[in-house]
T-cell receptor
Framework: GNSVTQMEGPVTLSEEAFLTINCTYT??????LFWYVQYPGEGLQLLLK?????DKGSNKGFEATYRKETTSFHLEKGSVQVSDSAVYFC????????FGTGTSLTVIP | NAGVTQTPKFQVLKTGQSMTLQCAQD?????MSWYRQDPGMGLRLIHY???????DQGEVPNGYNVSRSTTEDFPLRLLSAAPSQTSVYFC?????????????FGEGSRLTVL
C-alpha cells in the first residue's frame, strides 16, 4: 500500500545553515506530494506541493522536487532562520492522505 | 474566511466519560478526516469521509465513532474515554483525495483523559 517515510529528527541547525529533510514514498499510480509545516501550538499548514514528476514546489525559500525515479521528495532550504523552527511533515495522496512521522527542526542563532 | 473550525480547543475528561469533538468546514469539501497526533508518532488517521453519508475507518479507529450527515460537519465521538486517548486531535478537509487536492487543517483540540 501507500506510505511515506521521512528522515527522523530532531534536527538542530545554526542560523544560515543548509537544510535537507529526506522523504521517500511508495504508491500505486502517481500521487501528489506535499510538505506541511506545524509551528508550535498550531495546526498543520501547507508549505509546498508538486503534482507530477519533475515538478518543483517552492515557498518561503523552501524547495522540493518530485523525483519519480527515486520516489523521493526531499525538502531543502539554502539558509535557515530561527523562524523556520517547526515540525515538517511529508505527505502523499492516494485513497487517503499519507503522512510521514514528522521531522522536528530547531534553528539556533 | 473560517476554513476548518474545531471545537473545543481544550478539554479534560475523566475515564469513562463521553464527549464529541466538533468539526465544521465552509469550503464545500467532500473529503473530511480526523487525525490524532502523539509525540513520536506523527499523525495517525482515525476516521475519514468522502461525502455525506459515507464514513470509513483509518489506522486507529477503536474507541471513536463518526457520522457525516451534512457536507459541512464531521463530529468525532468518544463514547467512553480512556487515558490512551489523551492526544491532540486535528480535523482536516479537502476537495479531493486524489490528484492535486491538499488538506486544510483545523487548529487542533487538545484532549486530556484522567
Amino acid at each position: 500500500g501507500n506510505s511515506v517515510t521521512q528522515m527522523e529528527g530532531p534536527v538542530t541547525l545554526s542560523e544560515e545553515a543548509f537544510l535537507t529533510i529526506n522523504c521517500t514514498y511508495t504508491a500505486t499510480g502517481y500521487p501528489s506530494l506535499f510538505w506541511y509545516v506545524q509551528y508550535p501550538g498550531e495546526g498543520l499548514q501547507l508549505l509546498l506541493k508538486a503534482t507530477k514528476a519533475d515538478d518543483k514546489g517552492s515557498n518561503k525559500g523552501f524547495e522540493a522536487t518530485y523525483r519519480k525515479e527515486t520516489t523521493s521528495f526531499h525538502l531543502e532550504k539554502g539558509s535557515v532562520q530561527v523562524s523556520d523552527s517547526a515540525v515538517y511533515f511529508c505527505a502523499s495522496t492516494g485513497n487517503q492522505f499519507y503522512f510521514g512521522t514528522g521531522t522536528s527542526l530547531t534553528v539556533i542563532p | 474566511n473560517a476554513g476548518v473550525t474545531q471545537t473545543p480547543k481544550f478539554q479534560v475528561l475523566k475515564t469513562g466519560q463521553s464527549m464529541t469533538l466538533q468539526c465544521a468546514q465552509d469550503m464545500n469539501h467532500e473529503y473530511m478526516s480526523w487525525y490524532r497526533q502523539d509525540p513520536g508518532m506523527g499523525l495517525r488517521l482515525i476516521h475519514y469521509s468522502v461525502g455525506a453519508g459515507i464514513t470509513d475507518q483509518g489506522e486507529v479507529p477503536n474507541g471513536y465513532n463518526v457520522s457525516r450527515s451534512t457536507t459541512e460537519d464531521f463530529p468525532l465521538r468518544l463514547l467512553s474515554a480512556a487515558p490512551s486517548q489523551t492526544s491532540v486531535y486535528f480535523c482536516a478537509s479537502s476537495y479531493q483525495t486524489r490528484g492535486t487536492g491538499e488538506l486544510f487543517f483545523g487548529e487542533g483540540s487538545r484532549l486530556t483523559v484522567l
